[in-house]
């Protein structure tokens, strides 16, 4: 700790930290560009000055830039020094000089960095007379937008692009005044995470392109705390919503899991939410006859009635509705809607993540490991956030260096400068090249079988006791012994695996290396990817099971009669199982109803299909691959611009069947009902309605307000419809008000923020009020509750498979997973779509000269039953014996590891 | 006795100054206005209803910017940016509810493109509340009203179809990104 005087006051702040990181945690408003708490400072934009005094008797001083000074034991700062002022505003005018008249046609007015600094500078008046500077901006490709005049050159920009983010395809050209940031030509940013830069540039250079066409200001909108529902990192965001749609995805700051950033399928796949073709009314499949609530409900519980009842939940619904369902059929009837093969390996990493040796890490600690080893995870499209914190693992070494020479982290360019490139070990053991490939120290490509006997020498290697890998080749053993030495070598260790492959023997693998640096006493950690948003909390809920809750399972059920009614609830069975057997299993059931946000296959097979919400419409709890619970709230209530609109959550839908079937009274009115219900199922569960403060939190009285207090239009949005404006909406779930009425600060104790706002500060920069220090976690605590923080066990040993060798003239097929595109919801938003791939056949390059076949080549090959035909991707770095299909994509069918090709060949042009 | 003859002199005075002047008034000129058959008067800047204008060229001078809507005490103005083919932002809808609106001449201020503007006409009234929601085909017209010369995009940075980057007022020429003169 260090004391600092301030303009005469004294306070207490942490002397590691800059005099702008201190005199921002303070709350004390210091106007800044360059620098920014993930990126660090470079002193670029001069922005920051402060007077310095050398003790209390100087009065001269003289001024200083606050983010390159340090925060040493009695500083004596003045903010409010004349001669400060007058030099922050000259700043400002200079950097506005050649900024464009642009204001009104930019989608960044409104939470915009440099409005918010131009005004606490108080610069209000252009005397500069003279021509402009201007450039041509570029295309980058279908999300992010590309205005470079407004540029005011602070490289934040390139700093996170290509230090923090790892991107090749964006820098800085020219020279002095001149200088352009941008890509070498026009085209689509590479990076995953290309969407941070419309949070991370201070001005309006890079928008959000996807919220463009149908733009509005940030004021105008209703946000809520919410949860991505992309895949398993529980990354928390801040949706907004104008006139019924979903219009932009903002990150939420969670100090323990994303903290400032978000991937671009997160922040762009949400385009599914405002599909025309979404069902919004209960709706008879057969006849398109829509009907109302009670009617559904009656004609639901007529079908229903007297019937043996399936109910088949979802790993993409929350744990409520997927628990309703569970109370509709009974627990004996519930099924969990998620492949045999995939399911028993998500229940072996929850059982890994729950009892097993390690402790878990969240997203913002694995950065702080030293050594870090991926094992059979495709981590940029799997779980992309976690890729960027393991790049951030990589860079801590320079961090460590430059601690060793007496250099604050924050001091960015001198660290990097004395890392000279050096980082912490990073090994990669994947299917194919990775987009995390560059930042690793070794990486190795190989079937998932081969895969997990290097992970089972791996542990050999660090643990003797741990089973050896009879008949490995010299080259993979030396490899594992490198690996092993560099994990035993490191402060803190970091493990990660998944569930992606579909390979069981890898994660026991994981497992194996977990047990062996427990018992060589290392701090290590261990992260376990999950494959959808919710597949944790699933787990979670047929924890205590036995029976098989697989699809398989009940596809079987289902063909063999057991049954006579399926509920089917937010799960495109078609993606679970082979076409044939569901629709088999649908044939032979009576009674079908479904209850979704999005027209799948499934419904379309639904007598009866119920609107359920999606994350925009309703509130929910899901679990994260950290084996944490978090809460997303409803946005927006769609019925307040479309009367006709039905949608409720899938929980409501649920109880309200179970509710008229029994014929009893509705007993779950609010979401706190329901979640509390849920906690009694198991144990582990009972923390989850700690995730968020329930609907009766208020603070001095208030509700929170889930719009900015700017709020316009409330007297004409709705007026085409009546000029007699209805009452808002009222949310009985949450403590949110459908409206700018309630708290909307920063000042008051509050864990669950809808946006970032706070006096002044109009843009995502707003949260450093919330912070206890800035770049740090959120003052009254992170969101969520962290589920697996119990005791820790031991695992026994698993022995490693036998080394992978393929039938001859068979090919095994491996799942290649795509950041945009293998995901359900957000594969249906336009801009993914762009970016999706079209589906494929991938082989190693001697496979395809052993064949004769060249890059683009159609195949036709043989996948169980179903005969295919796809083009040709070579692979340099994929195995030999394995043929990728790229997971989710239209036409491939759902894999499984055990799924061979066979009859591979040209196909006939 | 005096006192009280004064008074009734006094009282008769009075009443029959206030007849005449009473009945003087049927030789003056009238004060009342015979609306609506004569029109009225109204200064250039009285603030009555809104209407959206168009820039000198014709073209709609909305760009969608909300700031009217900010704007507004009442929260009667809410609109959509949309954006033509070629570059321009304009309102896909706008529409402000009069039934609400004060005519505070808020949103004129506002507005940095001199779009909307409060004219010099009262006369709103209807039988229904509803028609008293205008749309943007009510609120448009034909000219530039008030700032007849101002076009946002001839000074704005932003490229439009026609005006490229470098176009616009004191603006240079773009940059050569790959030219080797410092």
């Known amino acids: 700790m260090a004391t600092i005087h301030v303009d005469g006051k004294q306070y207490e702040v942490d002397g590691a930290d800059n005099l702008l990181q201190a005199c921002l945690s303070l709350g004390l408003d210091v106007p800044y560009f360059c620098w920014h708490p993930a990126l660090g400072s470079v002193g670029a934009c001069r922005q920051c000055a402060v007077k310095q005094y050398s003790d209390e008797n100087d009065t001269r001083g003289r001024l200083v830039m606050s983010c390159m000074t340090p925060a040493t034991d009695n500083s004596w700062i003045s903010i409010d020094d004349e001669e400060a002022k007058a030099f922050r505003a000259s700043v400002i005018e200079w950097l506005m000089i050649n900024h464009p008249h642009d204001c009104p046609v930019c989608e960044e007015g409104g939470h915009c960095h440099l409005q918010d600094m131009t005004v606490m500078t108080g610069h209000n008046q252009r005397r500069y007379r003279f021509s402009k500077r201007t450039h041509v901006n570029q295309e980058l490709g279908p999300f992010i937008a590309h205005e470079m005049n407004r540029c005011i050159a602070c490289y934040r920009c390139v700093r996170y692009y290509k230090d923090y983010a790892g991107g090749t395809d964006l820098g800085v050209f020219g020279a002095n005044d001149q200088v352009y940031f941008g890509r070498v030509e026009d085209g689509t940013l590479e990076s995953e995470f290309s969407g941070n830069l419309t949070e991370v540039c201070p001005t309006g250079v890079f928008t959000d392109k996807t919220h463009s066409e149908r733009y ?17 990192s529980g990354c ?16 939420r700051f969670n100090g323990s899991v994303n903290h400032y950033f978000l991937c671009d399928r997160g922040r762009f796949g949400y385009g599914y939410v405002n599909r025309e073709d979404r069902p919004r009314q209960p709706i008879v499949q057969r006849s398109k006859l829509t009907m109302g609530i009670d009617a559904a409900l009656d004609q639901a519980a007529g079908l229903l009635n007297r019937r043996r009842i399936i109910g088949i939940g979802s790993p993409r619904a929350s744990l409520e509705s997927n628990f309703a369902l569970r109370e509709l059929v009974g627990a004996e009837d519930f099924f969990s809607g998620i492949a045999r093969e995939e399911l028993d390996n998500i229940q072996l990493v929850r059982q890994i993540l729950q009892d097993g040796p390690l402790p878990v890490a969240s997203i913002r600690d694995m950065e702080a490991h030293d050594a870090v080893f991926v094992l059979g995870e495709d981590l940029t499209q799997t779980a992309a956030r976690i890729a960027l914190a393991l790049r951030q693992a990589a860079r801590g070494k320079a961090t460590e260096l430059a601690k060793a020479a007496g250099i604050q982290d924050w001091h960015q360019a001198a660290v990097q400068n004395i890392a000279q490139g050096a980082q912490n070990p990073v090994f990669i053991a994947s299917l194919d090249s990775t987009r995390l490939d560059d930042i690793a120290a070794e990486s190795v490509h190989a079937a998932p079988d081969d895969l997990a006997r290097l992970g089972c020498a791996v542990a050999h290697a660090i643990d003797p006791s741990a089973p050896a890998v009879a008949g490995l080749e010299s080259e ?34 994981a497992a194996n290396i977990a047990q062996a640096l427990k018992n060589r006493q290392k701090n290590a950690s261990i992260s376990l990817v999950v494959p959808e948003a919710n597949s944790m909390g699933m787990a979670m809920l047929l924890a205590g099971e036995s029976a098989d809750k697989s699809v398989e399972a009940a596809l079987a059920a289902l063909s063999a009669g057991q049954y006579d009614a399926l509920v089917v609830l937010e799960n495109d069975l078609y993606r679970r199982a082979d076409k044939a057997s569901v629709d088999a299993a649908l044939a032979a059931v009576g009674v079908i109803i479904a209850a979704d946000h999005q027209q799948t296959p499934t419904t379309d097979r639904a007598h009866l299909l119920l609107p359920a919400s999606s994350f925009a419409e309703g509130d929910g709890t899901l679990v994260s691959q950290e084996g944490r619970a978090q809460r997303f709230f409803q946005v927006f209530d769609p019925s307040y611009y479309k009367p006709e609109v039905l949608i409720r959550e899938g929980w409501r839908w649920m109880h309200a069947l179970r509710s008229t079937l029994l014929g009893q009274p509705v007993d779950w009115t609010t979401l706190d009902q329901v979640t509390a219900a849920c906690a009694q199922v198991h144990p582990r569960l009972a923390p989850i309605t700690e995730a968020a403060p329930d609907a009766g939190f208020r603070i001095r009285g208030l509700k929170l307000a889930r719009s900015p207090h700017r709020y316009s239009g409330r007297t004409a949005m709705r007026a085409n419809l009546s000029v007699h404006e209805p009452r808002q909406p009222q949310d009985p779930d949450s403590a949110f008000a459908f409206s700018m009425e309630g708290y909307a600060g920063s000042r008051e104790q509050r864990q669950q923020v809808p946006f970032a706002w706070s006096p002044g500060w109009n843009s995502p920069q707003a949260w450093n009020k919330f912070q206890d220090e800035v770049g740090g976690h959120l003052r009254s605590g992170d969101p969520g509750v962290r589920l697996f923080d119990g005791a820790r066990m031991d695992l026994h040993w698993t022995a490693p498979p036998a080394a992978f060798a393929p039938a001859q003239g068979t090919w095994q097929v491996v799942a290649l997973h795509h950041l945009f595109g293998s995901e359900e919801n957000s594969s249906r938003a336009a801009p993914i779509q762009e970016r999706m791939p079209q589906p494929y056949i991938a082989l190693a390059e001697a496979e395809a000269a052993r064949l004769g076949v060249n890059e683009g080549a159609l195949l036709g090959f043989t996948l169980g039953t179903e005969v295919l035909q796809l ?19 239209p036409s491939i069918p759902p894999l499984t590891s055990n799924a061979v090709v066979t009859e591979l060949r040209e196909a006939a042009q | 006795m005096i006192k009280s003859i004064i008074h009734v002199v006094h009282g008769t005075y009075t009443q029959l100054r206030s007849l005449v002047m009473i009945f003087g008034h049927a030789f003056r000129k009238r004060d009342t206005l015979q609306y609506p058959e004569e029109p009225v008067y109204l200064p250039p800047r009285y603030r009555g209803r809104i209407v959206l204008t168009r820039d000198p060229d014709g073209e709609e001078r909305c760009v969608a910017c909300n700031l009217c809507a900010a704007a507004c005490p009442v929260g009667c103005i809410s609109l959509q940016k949309a954006e033509t083919e070629d570059g321009r932002w304009y309102p896909e809808f706008f529409r402000i509810n009069f039934s609400r609106c004060i005519f505070c001449g808020l949103c004129e201020e506002a507005c940095p493109t001199t779009a909307i503007q409060l004219t010099p006409d009262f006369e709103l009234a209807e039988y229904k509340r509803q028609d008293l929601v205008f749309e943007k085909e009510d609120l448009m017209i034909a000219g530039t009203g008030k700032n007849p010369d101002y076009n946002f995009y001839r000074v704005s940075g932003l490229s439009i179809a026609g005006k490229p980057k470098g176009a616009a007022q004191n603006e240079a020429e773009p940059v050569n990104i790959k030219g080797l003169l410092p």
């Open chain 1, 216 to 232: 509005n200001r940030k004021w105008d909108m209703q946000f809520a705390p919410s949860i991505c529902h992309g895949c398993a």
């Open chain 1, 476 to 509: 993979a053993a030396e490899l594992a012994e490198r690996i092993a030495q560099a994990l035993l070598a490191a402060k803190r260790p970091l493990l990660v695996s998944g569930a992606s492959l579909g390979s069981r023997a890898i994660i026991e693998a």
């Open chain 1, 871 to 889: 083009p040709l991707r070579i692979s340099a770095d994929l195995p030999l014996g394995v043929a990728g299909l790229p997971a989710g994509l």
């Open chain 1, 236 to 251: 928390n965001t801040s949706p907004g919503e104008r006139y019924g749609e979903i219009r932009r995805i903002e990150n």
